[in-house]
């Protein structure tokens, strides 16, 4: 869905004339001017790469009162799929920042926020290195405020969402320490890499300083529910999924699956070995893996493979012969993520 939005961002570029383009650029300008970091990953670059969101209370109810301003002005419009995208994307905005509230129940939220805006920096060579650094720099400077508000505004927390916090901070403070410096390693100019180093140190510190305070304050005070509820939960599907189904449909198809799934799985393994258990032909195959030095490349054959079967089997066309890069998920992803893609904003 995110994705679709993002190109939205762009309508009222192609037909200035409309009113739906015209209102989708009014909303994204002023959701870019409150998220910064997600504008340079849609591919907006301009002002906006030395920003960084502001992270204090006030901010988030100008966020909330943002989608409100624009929910009754989509709504006027004619029915339509990107209207209704609109629409839906809105609500779900409310239901994030007003019922779900991450900014107060998730700690991992900044510091993964803090590094989401230096990684959209490095990751994309959209600009000279020298031109990029000046934004990391700018970005950087305002990290140790960040977690500041982070403090103010986290209040009683899941114990598991601090424990992943404070799993997923080594990553990012290795991010910080090795990845970023190694992103401008062509840099020569002293006097910026000066800058860097002084505004790089003090997001070490912050980090630093953030994980004492999670381990020490938060933790022992995060007793509260990470469950969201029902109505939450539904409204997540309606507004994020654009699936109106209620939930016990929806748990009674998610099971029909998972039995179908199951039938499929015992069928196969009885192909394989009629004289095992599901168990044991599952763990036959896990033993069957390349040596870890040789994993990436493992994975790189098989795409290989893939693509040439597409390809021998005429399933569909692949327009592009530009391959996808493999390589490992960086270290401050890894807590909640098994494999993921991450593809260019469309501008």
């Not at 624009?70 to 994307?89: E, G, T, V």
């Not at 590094?115 to 000046?134: K, Q, V, W």
């Not at 840099?187 to 953030?210: E, I, M, R």
């Amino acid at each position: 869905m995110k994705f679709w939005l993002l190109i939205l961002a762009g309508a009222g570029l192609v037909n200035a004339q409309s009113d739906e383009s015209r209102l989708v650029d009014d909303y994204f300008q002023a959701y870019y001017n409150l998220n910064p970091s997600n504008a340079t990953a849609a591919g907006f670059h301009g002002p906006y790469d030395s920003q960084m969101e502001d992270f204090s209370a006030q901010t988030f109810g100008r966020r909330t009162e943002l989608s409100r301003h624009f929910i009754p002005q989509f709504d006027k419009l004619p029915a339509s799929p990107d209207r209704d995208l609109m629409i839906s994307h809105l609500h779900a905005e409310l239901v994030n920042l007003q019922d779900i509230r991450p900014q107060e129940s998730n700690p991992d939220y900044y510091s993964s926020n803090a590094t989401a805006s230096i990684f959209g920096l490095i990751s994309r060579s959209f600009a000279s290195p020298e031109e990029r650094l000046h934004d990391v720099i700018a970005r950087e400077r305002l990290i140790p405020q960040m977690f500041e508000e982070a403090k103010r505004n986290l209040k009683n927390c899941p114990k598991i969402y601090t424990q992943v916090a404070i799993e997923q901070l080594p990553g990012i403070q290795s991010f910080f320490a090795q990845d970023v410096p190694k992103a401008f390693s062509a840099v020569k100019d002293p006097s910026l890499l000066t800058h860097f180093s002084a505004a790089n140190d003090a997001v070490g510190k912050a980090l630093a300083g953030y994980g004492v305070w999670l381990q020490t304050d938060l933790l022992p005070r995060s007793n509260g529910d990470f469950r969201i509820g029902a109505t939450n939960f539904s409204n997540k599907v309606k507004y994020e999924e654009m699936v109106d189904l209620p939930l016990p449909r929806l748990l009674e198809i998610g099971y029909a699956n998972l039995r179908e799934n199951q039938q499929a799985l015992q069928k196969v393994c009885k192909e394989i070995d009629p004289n095992k258990t599901v168990r044991e032909v599952a763990d036959q195959i896990g033993r069957n893996h390349p040596p870890p030095a040789e994993l990436l490349q493992s994975f790189r054959n098989t795409f290989d493979g893939l693509i040439q079967f597409i390809k021998d089997r005429q399933i569909i066309t692949i327009p592009s012969t530009v391959r996808p890069i493999l390589e490992e998920t960086p270290p401050f992803l890894r807590a909640l993520t098994t494999a993921s893609m991450d593809t260019p904003g469309p501008y």
